[in-house]
């Protein structure tokens, strides 16, 4: 009697040292990390962590994925570092772990995750057309950079991280008759690659051209 009591409380303690093992509530979750510059352009060459351990670099399609053994709903943080030519982020993204079913089939679907790169420059493309100024030297922040063709077209681009300003003016000095003289014209670069145009409507002033020119009030265009 004393024996068979002995043996089912060793059984008892045996189950529920069983049940207590964490191991046995954790899953495997498969999560795809992503990371795209701009939205729909994968990144290749970018290094992911997670919980602060590499799980390796994206390959050409911009991807890499990772097996991690965990409970159900479970926070891991999630850190990437970004290719040269890219911005870090500031913060890591903290994820939770879900797992879930494909309605046509048993089988477990992955998580995907998308991360952001950033390029640090951007680039802006200028179209400048005028309807009284074929040869027209035009000024990109002070530096004379295009001359507009027969045709009063001047097309070129410049490189810059998002927030820079240009200033955009067209030198009149060979047309003394043109109205407004030195006509000016300022454009932001936003988060993203960007074109600007510049329709510039001169007059042309008849009597005897003045001795000097006065520049004109800058038109800002984001």
Not at 122 to 134: C, D, M, P, Q, T
Request: hydrophobic share 35%.
């Amino acid at each position: 009697m004393f024996v068979t009591g002995w043996l089912i409380l060793v059984l008892a303690a045996a189950s529920l040292t069983s049940c207590a093992e964490p191991s046995r509530s954790e899953r495997s979750f498969t999560v795809v990390f992503v990371v795209e510059s701009d939205p729909g352009i994968r990144l290749e060459s970018a290094q992911v962590s997670v919980d602060g351990k590499p799980i390796g670099e994206t390959d050409s399609h911009g991807r890499v994925h990772t097996d991690i053994r965990a409970h159900p709903h479970q926070q891991v943080r999630v850190e990437h570092e970004c290719p040269d030519g890219y911005k870090d982020p500031s913060e890591p993204k903290i994820l939770r772990l879900r797992q879930f079913e494909d309605i046509n089939s048993s089988s477990t679907l992955h998580m995907e995750v998308t991360l952001r790169c950033p390029p640090e420059k951007r680039l802006a493309v200028f179209i400048v057309r005028v309807n009284e100024g074929s040869s027209l030297p035009v000024l990109l922040n002070g530096e004379n950079i295009a001359r507009t063709n027969t045709s009063g077209v001047a097309h070129f681009s410049a490189w810059g991280p998002p927030g820079t300003e240009y200033v955009i003016e067209l030198d009149t000095t060979e047309h003394p008759r043109l109205v407004p003289q030195f006509p000016r014209h300022l454009f932001t670069v936003p988060d993203a690659e960007e074109v600007f145009v510049v329709d510039q409507s001169f007059d042309t002033k008849r009597g005897r051209p003045p001795a000097g020119h006065q520049r004109s009030r800058i038109t800002k265009i984001e």
